[in-house]
């Protein structure tokens, strides 16, 4: 399950404190260092010095919030990164602009652990640069305290039934890309009449007083404030465990289906350090540890065995194929499509 989030600034703020006194007593304990760049809450606990006792490589970890932080954070030039893991769109744009090292898959072994439906993905074609990490959907939850009926579809998200009751998330990407979707366009869509038609849904969405948000999201659902809301899969699966009357499900007509991957940024002077470090991320033990903590679904399949039948049955973590068929990853826009969502998403917001 995933921590909260006042546990995750205390460990922060416990990291940095120890770094700045102990810099010189790290360097001196461990033969090499990698820096690994990452989101928050998003690796077990205890997995890290684990790794760093037994094949004495320090792990120097820095978090970021969203793929846009983290090619900053990749670009800047301010720390050379060893191991990074970016989203499936973000590894497609890295590839493009050569900022990526190509993995030397001999040195991971691991690596044929993993399921096959994560494996060569459009972004990067033979996995010549990056492994799957972890994945998961964007989709919704409901209380069933209040929504008596199965829910099943996006359109439920446009019911007048549910005026006052609707949460999305306040995401660009997501929001139109959930709009596009329910139309039964593709999440990638560039086609400026099937944006506008998006468009036009958010807007009517929008004057059924839904609201948008991102962390507390969990909070108005678990108080029962709001009655639906889109979220991240991590998120809605945990909540569901943890309260009877929450659901959560992956819309019939598809939804964004990502992956977030490990790469090697371009310039490493760490490599065989970095892959050995993605080989030990890609083991079945830790890569069931991972999940198991933060909730997102796993994408080694020697992992997902050992998971509870409530996890591996359940069609909110493991889709059908029916439905995972309809999901999409996103894809990366060229600066003039990225200016068609832009200008939509104005329009939405104000």
Do not use: H
């Amino acid at each position: 399950m995933k921590k909260n989030k006042l546990k995750l600034m205390a460990m922060l703020i416990s990291t940095l404190f120890v770094v700045n006194l102990f810099v010189g007593c790290r360097e001196k304990k461990y033969e090499t260092t990698i820096n690994f760049l990452n989101w928050g809450e998003n690796i077990a606990e205890g997995l890290i010095e684990e790794f760093e006792e037994q094949y004495n490589i320090g792990v120097n970890q820095v978090f970021v919030d969203d793929n846009e932080a983290m090619y900053q954070e990749l670009i800047s030039g301010k720390t050379q990164y060893d191991v990074a893991v970016p989203g499936d769109y973000m590894v497609e744009r890295l590839i493009a602009e050569d900022r990526l090292e190509k993995l030397d898959k001999d040195k991971i072994p691991n690596w044929t652990q993993l399921s096959e439906d994560n494996l060569n993905r459009s972004f990067d074609q033979g996995n010549v640069y990056s492994l799957p990490y972890m994945n998961g959907t964007i989709g919704i939850i409901y209380n069933k305290d209040i929504i008596k009926e199965p829910i099943d579809s996006w359109e439920a998200m446009w019911s007048p039934e549910y005026k006052d009751e609707i949460f999305v998330l306040d995401s660009q990407r997501d929001a139109i890309g959930m709009a596009l979707k329910k139309l039964g366009y593709s999440i990638n869509s560039t086609n400026s009449a099937e944006l506008e038609e998006a468009k036009k849904a958010l807007i009517e969405q929008k004057e059924l007083g839904t609201i948008y948000g991102a962390d507390n999201v969990k909070d108005l659902m678990i108080s029962g404030e709001r009655a639906i809301a889109m979220i991240w899969s991590g998120e809605g699966l945990t909540l569901a465990d943890e309260y009877n009357n929450l659901e959560y499900i992956v819309p019939k007509e598809g939804a964004n289906f990502w992956i977030d991957s490990l790469v090697i940024p371009k310039g490493t002077a760490n490599k065989d350090a970095a892959e050995i470090f993605i080989n030990f991320l890609c083991a079945k033990d830790s890569a069931y540890r991972i999940a198991e903590e933060i909730g997102y679904t796993t994408p080694n399949k020697e992992a997902m065995k050992e998971q509870p039948d409530s996890v591996k049955n359940n069609p909110g973590a493991y889709m059908p194929k029916e439905v995972m068929d309809k999901c999409e990853g996103y894809k990366y826009l060229t600066q003039d499509e990225l200016q068609m969502y832009d200008a939509i998403w104005m329009d939405v917001k104000s």
